[in-house]
């Protein structure tokens, strides 16, 4: 690791000094992206991470202030061996499951043109869940500080090892992407021992441009199984309640908890409309899961912004709807369970509403300025709003980590304070 | 009055349309089967949407470098992206695998001589360095 960390950062040195792609001759070239970014947090009751499926840490209970929410390095190595047959290798370095800035393989593929307008890519790449999946860490791309995290980060699935095709027919001056995915993936999530494993990842990204208007519809599938010791600790409670042969709910339960190889579904909608002057972007999910410990999720954003010379100033507002129930009432009152229904019903709502993000708004302001090419400098406001479930204690948590006992007992509003600079060559 | 504002409209078309043609042109080698384009086909080639022309072949772009006359005009009028904005789509493209920015070409002449040797190629250039190996397939207005 040692190694391959001093190599990333003596390439990282190159590219960035240079700020521009390196063609290293004979098909290959080293391009590289990155942000560095400060954010200052109003609440220090809890952290706020830009993605919760990957960081450990963020802003506000760690520390007022940080830079280790939004900064990131990363490095794409392509080889286009012939004119049919390419491969791609992007290292990225931003917070980990661990605290780490160990840059991580995100993308590893072989790419073969059939055709013009078909591709096929097989080794280790992005799911095309959302609209914007590609490019959701190479943050120059879009025009916020960072992709609306209520959104983002509903779908955990970011790599996996699998195939996708890429077929790109026009129809006139219509302009379609029809690319399916199959692949599987194992990937470490923030906390002692907590990873995932998904089997069967099947989907498909349908869009369709026309001028200025992209319109696109996702599925995506996946066969989760979760590891983490809390929650087989919590599993095991319900199996031993179950196995007493007394209270029959506690077996019902065991088996509405179970978490190998659940079917988890994420279906969504988005739309673009760009004119060069105005933009206009949102996208809508919905998330179904066979297990009661991954809940289900409603969630969207709409965002729109001008483009006036160098500065682009946006307004977005994006919410994130947990659909499940957050409490389990079973049997108290049955005298022949001695008490266990009690038990029963703690163990399934604490993992019900454990792993689960719970409701939450926010409303961004922002101003991305321009100000030399491959350079953006980014300011954003972040107005955050969660609230409880029916006004329950520990509901109110949002899509907050690291909380602070009590920070989920009452609906909480947090400002965040964004500035950072995006740059890719 | 009425017998000159014939006269005056006339020097009003003239000065119109003189303005609103573009000095910039969409070019193909002479030995090309493509003969027009739609602004959105050009826009869709030019930013890698369509790998392909309407007749099927394979489409190559070239691009000029940045900064180049040619290069605002056809971006101001075709693609209507700045700079900027072309290079935050670049970096979308690039960084998710989906394909690579076109080949950039240095200037009007450079787009000449590499256009002129394939006819699957497409590119653009100021509308007076035009010569006979290649054809316009699209003027922006």
């Known amino acids: 690791m040692k190694t391959i960390n001093a190599l990333f950062v003596v390439l990282c040195f190159f590219v960035f000094s240079n700020s521009q792609a390196i063609d290293l001759g004979h098909g290959f070239t080293i391009k590289g992206f990155g ?67 160990d840059p991580i393989l995100e993308w590893a593929y072989v790419k073969f043109k059939i055709l013009p307008e078909l591709h ?41 090892e699998g ?95 179970n978490t190998t190889r659940k079917n988890v579904i994420f279906s969504s909608v988005g739309a673009n409309w760009d004119n060069g002057n105005y933009f206009v972007l949102g996208e809508f999910g919905k998330r179904f899961a066979k297990t009661k410990v991954i809940s289900d999720v409603t969630t969207w954003y709409i965002s729109g912004g001008a483009r006036i010379n160098k500065f682009t100033p946006y307004i977005t507002y994006s919410s994130y709807h947990n659909d499940s129930p957050v409490t389990f009432n079973g049997d108290t009152n049955n005298v022949f369970n001695l008490g ?61 980590v690291n909380q602070q006992a009590g920070f989920g007992n009452s609906p909480t509003q947090v400002d965040l304070f964004s500035v950072t600079l995006d740059f890719a060559f | 009055m009425t017998r000159i504002m014939p006269f005056f409209l006339f020097v009003a078309l003239v000065l119109t349309a003189s303005s609103i043609q573009g000095d910039v042109v969409v070019v193909m080698s002479a030995k090309s089967n493509v003969s027009n384009l739609s602004k959105n086909t050009v826009t869709a080639i ?34 209507e992206k700045s700079t900027a904005q072309l290079n935050a789509y670049w970096a979308r493209i690039v960084f998710s695998g989906m394909g690579n920015p076109p080949r950039e070409v240095a200037n009007n002449d450079e787009v000449l001589k590499i256009i002129a040797t394939n006819p699957y190629m497409i590119g653009y250039l100021e509308k007076s360095a035009v010569n006979r190996t290649v054809k316009i397939v699209f003027a922006p207005q």
């Open chain 1, 120 to 160: 096929i890519r097989a080794g280790r790449i992005r799911p095309a869940i959302y609209m914007l999946s590609d490019y959701l860490d190479v943050n120059y791309s879009n025009p916020w500080v960072r992709p609306p995290v209520e959104f983002y980060t509903t779908a955990a699935i970011d790599r996996m």
């Open chain 1, 340 to 400: 266990l229904g009690a038990a029963v019903n703690q163990i399934a709502t604490g993992l019900l509403q454990g792993g689960n993000a719970m409701d939450q708004n926010t409303i961004s302001l922002g101003m991305r300025y321009d100000f030399m090419s491959k350079f953006a400098l980014k300011a954003q406001w972040d107005h955050i709003q969660t609230s409880t479930k029916n006004g329950l204690a520990g509901t109110g948590d949002g899509l907050f």
């Open chain 1, 35 to 101: 942000t560095a970014g400060l954010v200052n947090s109003s609440n220090n009751g809890a952290d706020f991470v830009a993605n919760s499926n990957v960081q450990a840490s963020g802003v506000g209970r760690t520390n007022d202030t940080s830079l280790v929410v939004d900064s990131k390095l990363g490095l794409q190595l392509d080889y286009q061996a012939t004119d049919r047959l390419s491969f791609a290798v992007q290292g990225l370095s931003r917070q980990q499951y661990n605290k780490s800035f």
């Open chain 1, 163 to 257: 195939v996708d095709l890429l077929w790109r027919p026009s129809i006139g001056d219509l302009s379609w992407l029809v690319q399916p995915y199959f692949g599987v993936t194992d990937l470490k999530t923030p906390g002692v021992g907590n990873s995932f494993k998904a089997d069967n990842i099947l989907g498909i990204n349908l869009t369709g441009t026309y001028s200025d208007l992209t319109l696109r519809a996702g599925f995506g599938q996946g066969d989760i199984t979760l590891f983490s010791p809390s929650l087989t600790q919590a599993q095991s409670g319900l199996n031993i309640i179950c196995n007493t042969g007394l209270d029959p709910i506690a077996c019902a339960q065991y088996n509405a908890f």
């Open chain 2, 46 to 79: 030019f930013l890698g949407k369509t790998p392909t022309f309407p007749d099927g072949n394979q489409a190559i772009p070239i691009e000029q470098s940045e900064g180049q006359e040619a290069y605002n005009e056809f971006h101001r009028l075709v693609t």
